[in-house]
């Protein structure tokens, strides 16, 4: 049950409260008393596969980035979801990655929310490829990717068969399957709510489980990739290629190619 505490201590003491109304202040506060009642909430959760409707049930805040304010492409949509199963998250996540990174299965050359990575040791690595190949006297392409809405067009069947491959199955994978599926989001206004939609696709926004369940469906991007070398941090990608010839530059375009039919059949 110190999981649980240290969970609860990771909440921002000025969060929001959640569309449950749970106070951040008081699951901060009274943590210990609250870790017992928690954790038969989380054992009952996983033993039976069932999250409440409740606790998968987001609030949009759209925040004005600038622009016309008559245009909702100008507003970054903030989702706010239940502090409560975002204590339950965080301990999954932290022992979903202990797995992943001990078996190896994340792509190596992901940088995006892994421990120890960052955007900084993605541009050094990136950096250091292209100065070798300067050196060689060699001419180096590098084509960036910018997959548009790529973590809200996350297929729910096919992130769930990858986790299975991964060896993410019993009592846990039919958790994660309620969790991705049949949850719920409403707009919030100037103190108006919208009635609920259903949301279809994707990794559920404001939730922690989010970011890790994207990197395992990205994964297999560079699977096709033969000739070329590809880095990203979570959905930037980059792929990168040394170039002496005309036939080196076809090869970049094959790998270009295979990524674009990654993109056709996961995104």
């Given amino acids: 049950m110190d999981d649980i505490v240290n969970a609860i201590k990771e909440i921002g003491t000025n969060a ?10 008081l699951l901060k ?41 008559g245009e909702a492409k ?22 979903m990655s202990i797995y992943l990174e001990e078996k190896n299965i994340l792509n190596n050359y ?17 950096h250091e490829k292209i100065i070798n190949g300067l050196e060689n006297k060699k001419n180096i392409d590098a084509i960036y990717l910018d997959f548009a809405k790529a973590f809200d067009k996350v297929d729910h069947g096919i992130l769930l068969h990858k986790l299975r491959d991964f060896g993410i199955s019993g009592k846990l994978g039919k958790w994660l399957h309620c969790f991705l599926v049949n949850r719920q989001q409403s707009v919030a206004v100037s103190g108006v ?14 939730s922690v489980l989010g970011p890790l369940l994207f990197l395992i469906h990205i994964s297999d991007i560079n699977e096709l990739v033969k000739f070329s070398t590809v880095s990203s941090f979570a959905d930037d990608t980059c ?9 080196d530059a076809d090869l970049l375009k094959k790998d270009l190619s295979a990524i674009y039919s990654w993109v056709e059949k996961t995104i």
């Avoid at 949509?77 to 998250?89: D, F, G, N, V, Y």
């Fill in 29 to 69: 506060n009274c943590a210990k008393e609250l870790r017992a009642p928690l954790h038969i909430l989380f054992r009952n959760s996983i033993d039976t596969g069932i999250i409440p409707q409740q606790l998968k049930t987001a609030k949009i805040i759209p925040v004005y980035k600038g622009g016309s304010k």
């Fill in 74 to 95: 100008n507003y970054r949509p903030i989702a706010l979801t239940s502090h409560i199963i975002k204590i339950m998250e965080k301990i999954i996540v932290r022992n």
């Fill in 239 to 247: 792929i990168l290629k040394e170039v002496t010839s005309i036939a």
């Fill in 193 to 206: 709510v919208s009635k609920p939609s259903i949301v279809t696709s994707g990794v559920p926004q404001g």
């Fill in 110 to 126: 992901q940088h995006g929310f892994r421990v120890g990575r960052s955007c900084l040791s993605q541009l050094l690595s990136h």
């Fill in 16 to 25: 929001e409260a959640s569309p449950d109304q749970f106070q951040a202040a």
